[in-house]
């Protein structure tokens, strides 16, 4: 089986996706032929081999081109075409934009090749923290009171702050990995809060900050035709939120610090994030992040990732084991992919043969 494993991407979370397809090559058995995009997104062939650092070091010299229609890649060196591949499968371990947000589904289903991903539009919405809110809303799911601020409306918000109480936190709406978060607790705060998350994207998220609370995560996949969901972590932090630093370096400072968290609250969690995956039709693995109020007793979700940190597999290497974990999500996407292409893509119109009754505006 050729498996095709996609990573990078013109992104701010270009490094955290190396870290991610460098450990996901070692969950999937077969010929891996790793696709690194580079900053511009231009697509190079990587060693397998390769460690986060050497994708710094080391020379790309194989361009590989996606041939549409065909379930094929092209390696070539210079002008000349050294290589076609068909590939069986592909991966998508892009995190953020040109990649999770539903740029690389789409690649694939105009290449014809079976994806481990969530599809265009599920992925187009978890990735806009904006719009999974109102589609959250509509399903009826608990979400934190939030509003959307433009660098057009900036100043009308500032008047009143949407009727948002501080301290307020402000999120990029498209962005991940905690760039771009601040929380501000007075005006002032608020006013350079907005200016540096409207440098990384057109709009933003404003919401109201929790202050006495505590985060859970939750992964979900589909296999043999049910939704399962992982375990539920709790991460820790000693910041106002669980910053880039947090989720990437280690900090034993505070790494041991472990939450005690309700059984019917890990129940709730896991019903929600499997509702979710059901209702947005995902695919692939996700992670689904929620806050719970403990001041008041509630539990809100936060946001939705399409494309976990190292495809979420901490949560689940107590149920399977690396390999079987990546045999399952391949075998999904597989059958995910036979049942697309039952359906009709064709309609004979005959509006090209010239025929009669054809009607001329």
């Known amino acids: 089986m050729n498996i095709l494993i996609v990573y ?16 996901a090559k070692g969950y999937f058995k077969g010929n891996i032929y790793s696709v690194y995009l580079d900053k511009n997104n231009c ?26 229609g ?11 075409s050294v290589e076609q591949v068909a590939i069986d499968v592909a991966v998508n371990c892009c995190h953020g934009m040109s990649g999770e947000d539903g740029c690389i589904a789409a690649l694939c289903q105009m290449a014809c090749i079976p994806l481990v991903g969530s599809d265009i539009t599920s992925s187009a919405i978890a990735m806009d923290k904006v719009l999974t809110k109102r589609v959250l809303k509509d399903i009826n799911m608990p979400v934190v009171y939030g509003v959307e601020v433009t660098k057009d409306s900036v100043s009308e918000f500032m008047k009143d702050c949407g009727g948002i109480g501080f301290p307020i936190i402000v999120k990029p709406s498209m962005l991940g990995s905690s760039i771009g978060v601040e929380v501000a607790h ?33 992964a979900a996949f589909k296999t043999q035709g049910g939704v399962h969901t992982s375990i539920v972590d709790c991460p820790v932090t000693i910041h106002d939120v669980l910053t880039f630093a947090d989720k990437y370096i280690a900090n034993e400072a505070y790494e041991r610090e472990k939450i005690t968290v309700e059984d ?5 969690v896991k019903r929600l994030t499997s509702e979710i995956y059901t209702k947005l039709n995902f695919g692939g693995v996700i992670r689904v992040d929620y806050l719970y109020d403990k001041t008041t007793g509630k539990l809100y979700v936060n946001e939705i990732n399409t494309t976990p940190g190292s495809l979420a597999y901490g949560l ?13 999500l391949v075998e ?29 505006k």
């Open 186 to 218: 007075d005006v002032n705060e608020l006013q350079q809060a907005l200016q540096h998350a409207l440098r990384y994207d057109s709009k933003v998220l404003c919401e109201e900050a929790l202050t006495d609370f505590f985060e859970l995560n939750c």
């Open 8 to 23: 990078g991407g013109r992104s701010c979370e270009h490094d955290i996706s190396i870290i991610t397809a460098c450990l």
């Open 70 to 80: 065909e379930g094929k890649i092209a390696i070539r060196k210079g002008r000349f």
């Open 332 to 360: 999904q996407a597989i059958a995910d992919y036979r049942e697309l292409q039952q359906r009709v893509y064709t309609f004979e119109s005959g509006v090209l043969n010239g025929g009669n009754g054809i009607k001329k």
């Open 43 to 68: 697509a190079y062939l990587a060693g397998n081999d390769w460690t986060p650092r050497d994708h710094i070091t080391k020379k790309l010299t194989k361009k590989v081109t996606f041939l549409l």
């Open 316 to 328: 689940w290497e107590a149920s399977y084991s690396r390999t079987q974990y990546g045999e399952a």
């Open 264 to 268: 019917k609250i890990i129940q709730e």
